[in-house]
């Protein structure tokens, strides 16, 4: 559905063959997020116009140690206050869900951990003109994989996987070169007043919130682009 979270202004003017630009707010170890993810690349694809996405961080846990002690059933269980039945539960559902989606989640080699590197690394992506591409691997390595993706290490690893200079990723994290524009994201976020994620800001005036259907997205997409050809 479409949210009213953000309240931004109507574009004025703009050309209808610019692409649309999509702003998506979304954290690595987030399950919807990766969902939403394929949800929205299956509505745009029905929408069939030229759509540019732009990824922004947000920290689901910023609290979490890089290191958790324990499984994700673990971690949820003392976040929320819940049982570990519940937790199963709740995690068996978004599997089912993901799998629907064609994702395939491994909750039993997730390694829970702080995502603020991964974010790091994404914005060193995204100076490379490369964000997508290593936003699908590191939602790939959590989820998937069963990769860590909160030591640098292990993200320079995945990051030369991916035909980057090791040296240089190395110098761009260990130095937290990118970490205020990760918390210039998370600002962002604040001040649209966005709560959770994924959330996507479709043409700068429109807010769609969590894994909505694929026609939800390719019916704001469209009507974004009747309003262009209108003004």
């Known amino acids: 559905m479409l949210g009213r979270e953000y309240r931004g202004e109507p574009s004025v003017g703009t050309d209808v063959s610019e692409p649309i630009k999509v702003d998506i707010w979304s954290d690595v170890q987030c399950p919807w997020c990766y969902i939403g993810k394929r949800k929205f690349e299956a509505g745009a694809a029905a929408f069939g116009g030229q759509v540019e996405v732009v990824y922004h961080s947000f920290e689901l846990a910023p609290d979490t140690p890089v290191d958790f002690d324990g499984t ?36 039993d080699h997730v390694h829970q951990t702080n995502t603020v590197i991964s974010h790091e690394l994404l914005h060193f992506a995204k100076s490379k003109g490369r964000q997508l591409e290593m936003k699908e691997r590191l939602l790939k390595a959590y989820f998937i994989n069963g990769e860590h993706v909160g030591r640098i290490p292990d993200l320079v690893a995945i990051a030369v996987e991916l035909g980057f200079d090791r040296d240089e990723v190395t110098e761009a994290l260990e130095s937290h070169r990118f970490l205020a524009d990760m918390k210039a994201d998370v600002a962002l976020a604040q001040e649209y007043g966005i709560q959770g994620v994924p959330f996507f800001v479709i043409d700068g005036k429109y807010g769609v919130s969590g894994a909505q259907d694929a026609t939800t997205f390719a019916n704001v997409l469209e009507q974004v682009q009747n309003e262009r050809e209108v003004v």
Do not use: H, W
């Open 72 to 107: 994700p059933v673990e971690y949820l269980s003392q976040r929320k206050g819940l049982p570990i039945a519940q937790v199963e539960q709740m995690l068996e559902r978004v599997t089912g869900i993901a799998a629907s989606v064609g994702l395939d989640y491994d909750y």
